[in-house]
């Protein structure tokens, strides 16, 4: 298996022929049903392949859960590097490279908001309008359901931001869950496939820069609510470069960005609350509950930034 957990999971396959090809199904333990649908992901990335945005190539797709036990799709293999943590971004990566991954990173994340919907035939992929009011709505249903305790920063900025909504402009792909560690990376640095478009949808594209500038910690920048370290490396650039160069290369005005970085942060304390939730009810293995903390932490984390960026702390 390459990847697992409370993502789909991702396994490394071979054929008859030695080629080595790469398989998507659902996590045993399911979370959204709707992120783990196998044959709307196989969609998304079967028509992004006509795009500029660099995605394997699907080969096929298989609904039939007697077959694998679950719907599943094989697309290529891609060689390249998923960097997860400091030291393999140091071991991979030059510290020019690294700058390089920095930028690539950017500049595909905005070619991603400019893919024409009505070429690649995703048009129809979902709801084009209200995108941070649908994903408010969304994750604070989550929320309601797998919360561990109450936590009332969480609530307060819910309030705000349903009272205070941006204006969306025209919808793009929206990636979701948009980081480093979701992309892979050659040797130069380039962003050579992104990966996990399981929460792929249509809507405001600034959420999908400010999730990033949220997993994002650059190597002098001030800790994130999100504490992997991969981009606290020599040579990552820091945040307000990544969001200026995005900023640059999309030709879009960020406008105030600090409410779409509010809502990532309280998106991101949604998200790991229920990754938390899930852990403690043992769907996804036994932990101890001192390696669990991280979790917590982060949460608590993420909602305090939230609440001080909206000026409610």
């Not at 007697?66 to 393999?88: E, K, T």
């Not at 020019?96 to 919907?117: F, K, N, P, Y």
Request: charged fraction near 20%.
């Amino acid at each position: 298996m390459i990847a697992g957990g409370h993502s789909n999971l991702t396994f490394l396959v071979t054929d008859a022929n030695g080629r080595r090809l790469v398989l998507r199904r659902p996590p045993l333990a399911h979370g959204l049903a709707s992120a783990h649908d196998m044959a709307r992901e196989h969609r998304i990335i079967t028509a992004l392949h006509r795009s500029a945005v660099p995605v394997p190539m699907t080969l096929g797709l298989c609904e039939d859960s007697d077959i694998n036990g679950a719907p599943f799709y094989v697309m290529d293999y891609v060689a390249g590097h998923v960097l997860r943590d400091v030291a393999s971004a140091e071991q991979l990566l030059t510290e020019q490279s690294r700058a390089r991954a920095s930028e690539s990173l950017a500049d595909t994340l905005a070619a991603i908001h400019h893919v024409d919907l009505d070429a690649v035939g995703l048009s129809d992929l979902g709801r084009h309008e209200d995108y941070v009011a649908r994903q408010l709505r969304r994750w604070y249903g989550q929320w309601e359901q797998q919360r561990t305790r109450d936590l009332d920063l969480i609530d307060n900025v819910h309030h705000e931001l349903v009272a205070n909504l941006p204006e969306q402009g025209p919808a793009t792909i929206v990636h979701g869950d948009y980081r480093l560690d979701n992309t892979m990376v050659d040797d130069d640095g380039n962003v050579c496939a992104v990966l996990d478009w399981e929460i792929c949808t249509l809507g405001d594209p600034l959420a999908d820069i400010a999730m990033l500038a949220v997993y994002w910690t650059g190597p002098t920048d001030e800790q994130s609510a999100w504490e992997s370290g991969a981009t606290t490396a020599t040579g990552f650039w820091n945040r307000h470069q990544l969001i200026e160069r995005y900023a640059a290369t999309s030709n879009r005005d960020l406008g105030d960005f600090d409410v779409y970085l509010a809502f990532a942060n309280w998106k991101l304390a949604c998200i790991l609350e229920g990754v938390y939730a899930r852990y403690l009810g043992g769907a996804l293995g036994e932990r101890d509950t001192a390696e669990l903390e991280p979790f917590k932490r982060q949460v608590d984390a993420a909602a305090t930034a939230a609440a001080t960026l909206l000026n409610l702390i």
